[in-house]
T-cell receptor, first 112, second 112 residues
Framework: DGGITQSPKYLFRKEGQNVTLSCEQN?????MYWYRQDPGQGLRLIYY???????QKGDIAEGYSVSREKKESFPLTVTSAQKNPTAFYLC???????????FGSGTRLTVV | GENVEQHPSTLSVQEGDSAVIKCTYS??????FPWYKQELGKRPQLIID?????GEKKDQRIAVTLNKTAKHFSLHITETQPEDSAVYFC???????????FGTGTSLTVIP
C-alpha cells in the first residue's frame, strides 16, 4: 500500500490519555514526517526526522512527541498536553533530498 | 523558513473548462515543486511535479509551470471532469530546511 503504513485507521482517545500512532515504511527512506490536518485545512508539520535517533520540531510540536529508533519506524505520541487533538494525522517519508515523497493512508483521531 | 501561499482556496468550474491554481514561495533555494490531489478522507496523491531546472511539465490533461524569477508555480488542468473534484495542494521542498512546505489547499469542484 504505497510502502508506508499507518495504524490504526481510526483511534479514540479519552481526555487525559496518551495515545501512540504508528508509521512504518519499507521504502528505505531516510526522512519521515508527521502532519496534522484539520477539516478543510492544509497540512501542518508536527515533527520530522532525517536520520535515525534524530528529529526536529515542526510548526506545531507542542503536545506531541516522537522517536526514531529504527529507520523504518516513526511513531507519534499525542500526549495529554495536546488540548485539541481531534484531527486527521498523516505520516510521510522521502529520501533525504525530498524524492519519492509518499504519504501513509492516515489515522483519524477523535477525543471522546 | 519557507513561506508558501496558494490561491484560490476554492474554485468551481464547468465540466470541460480549464482550472488554474497558483502557488508562490519565498526561498530561492527551493528546488522541487510537487502537486498533490486529496480526495475526501484519503491520503494526498502526487499528480505532477517539477524541478527548478525546468520551466514546464505536462502529463495528459495536467501541466505545471514554474517561474523561478518570480517564485511562483501553477497547476493547470484542462478539459476538467467531475472526477477532478478534490482538494489540491502545492508543496515546496526547501534545501535550506531539508523539508517540505505545503500550501493551504484549493478545493476544486467540477460542475457536470
Amino acid at each position: 500500500d504505497g510502502g508506508i503504513t499507518q495504524s490504526p485507521k481510526y483511534l479514540f482517545r479519552k481526555e487525559g490519555q496518551n495515545v501512540t500512532l504508528s508509521c512504518e515504511q519499507n521504502l528505505n527512506h531516510d526522512a519521515m514526517y508527521w502532519y496534522r490536518q484539520d477539516p478543510g485545512q492544509g497540512l501542518r508539520l508536527i515533527y520530522y526526522s532525517q536520520i535515525v535517533n534524530d528529529f526536529q520540531k515542526g510548526d506545531i510540536a507542542e503536545g506531541y512527541s516522537v522517536s526514531r529508533e529504527k529507520k523504518e519506524s516513526f511513531p507519534l505520541t499525542v500526549t495529554s498536553a495536546q488540548k485539541n487533538p481531534t484531527a486527521f494525522y498523516l505520516c510521510a517519508s522521502s529520501t533525504i533530498r525530498g524524492a519519492g515523497y509518499t504519504f501513509g493512508s492516515g489515522t483519524r483521531l477523535t477525543v471522546v | 523558513g519557507e513561506n508558501v501561499e496558494q490561491h484560490p482556496s476554492t474554485l468551481s468550474v464547468q465540466e470541460g473548462d480549464s482550472a488554474v491554481i497558483k502557488c508562490t514561495y519565498s526561498d530561492s533555494a527551493s528546488n522541487y515543486f510537487p502537486w498533490y490531489k486529496q480526495e475526501l478522507g484519503k491520503r494526498p496523491q502526487l499528480i505532477i511535479d517539477i524541478r527548478s531546472n525546468v520551466g514546464e511539465k505536462k502529463d495528459q490533461r495536467i501541466a505545471v509551470t514554474l517561474n523561478k524569477t518570480a517564485k511562483h508555480f501553477s497547476l493547470h488542468i484542462t478539459e476538467t471532469q467531475p472526477e477532478d473534484s478534490a482538494v489540491y495542494f502545492c508543496a515546496v521542498f526547501s534545501n535550506t530546511g531539508n523539508q517540505f512546505y505545503f500550501g493551504t489547499g484549493t478545493s476544486l469542484t467540477v460542475i457536470p
